[in-house]
């Protein structure tokens, strides 16, 4: 698991407008786990594009979702597919591939593909919302449907955990919150490629909602369901 580190002058940029006392309140009701892209293709080992580390973090992903799950929250499994026959095909990307390296992506993340498929540790359970999307971020309009089963609904919270923390799991919370969604973003829940660059994007995660470790989200988590109660 990544030695996560937030330098104090990146915190001191937001403080001014947040005051340090801003924190995002969850209502389990209003909130979804967001878990991006914990599939085979990422995480197996010799995986065409394995993150080693993110088969760390999948205890933690799962006490997360079990929390808000028992809470009365929603988990959604956001699944990366290549699928040339999409109506907005994604030149700006593949276009500027290799032959080799296209034709590898699309024998790997094809639906039905070994690794396509979620992470076998993963704490999937029938109620839960399995999402297919074809760009980094779940919220890029006729690409994914996240949104609109969020709106469905009614959630206006997201928690984001998964891989990689700088790309998909970024762009992801990026997008949400700038769609008006409230955003923690799990900082023992995501991988990447290394301390220096996991951390590089918590730097620019704290400018876009609560960066914060799995004990805390839970403990929100649990914050909220009791507020529900009283």
């Known amino acids: 698991m990544h030695q996560s580190y937030i ?12 005051g340090g006392h801003d924190k995002i309140i969850v209502d389990p009701a209003r909130t979804a786990h ?3 892209d914990l599939q085979v293709g990422f995480m197996g080992e010799g995986a065409l594009l394995e993150m080693p580390v993110a088969r760390g973090i999948v205890e933690n992903v ?10 009365g929250g929603t988990t959604a499994y956001v699944q990366y597919k290549f699928d040339p026959d999409e ?20 024998a790997a993340f094809t639906v039905g593909a070994e690794q396509h498929a979620l992470w076998s540790g993963l704490d999937v359970q029938p109620e839960d919302l399995i999402v297919p999307k074809t760009r980094w971020s779940a919220f890029i309009p006729g690409t994914c449907d996240l949104d609109s089963l ?17 790309c998909c799991c ?4 990026r997008d949400a919150m700038q769609m008006g969604y409230n955003v923690l973003f799990v900082q023992d829940g995501n991988a990447t490629r290394g301390d220096a660059v996991h951390n590089a994007s918590l730097a620019n995660m704290v400018l ?8 805390e989200a839970i403990a929100r988590i649990e914050a909220g369901r009791h507020n529900e109660a009283v």
């Open 170 to 173: 970024e762009s992801t919370m």
């Open 87 to 106: 109506p907005h095909y994604w030149r700006s990307h593949y276009g500027r591939m290799t032959p080799d390296a296209l034709e590898r992506i699309q």
């Open 208 to 215: 876009f909602g609560d960066v914060v470790t799995a004990d």
């Open 150 to 166: 969020l709106k469905a609904k009614g959630i206006d919270t997201l928690i984001v955990t998964g891989t990689t923390t700088n």
């Open 62 to 71: 799962n006490r997360v979702s079990q929390a808000l799950r028992s809470a």
């Open 7 to 18: 330098p104090t002058e990146v915190l001191d940029r937001v403080a001014w407008m947040r």
């Open 34 to 36: 967001v878990v991006v």
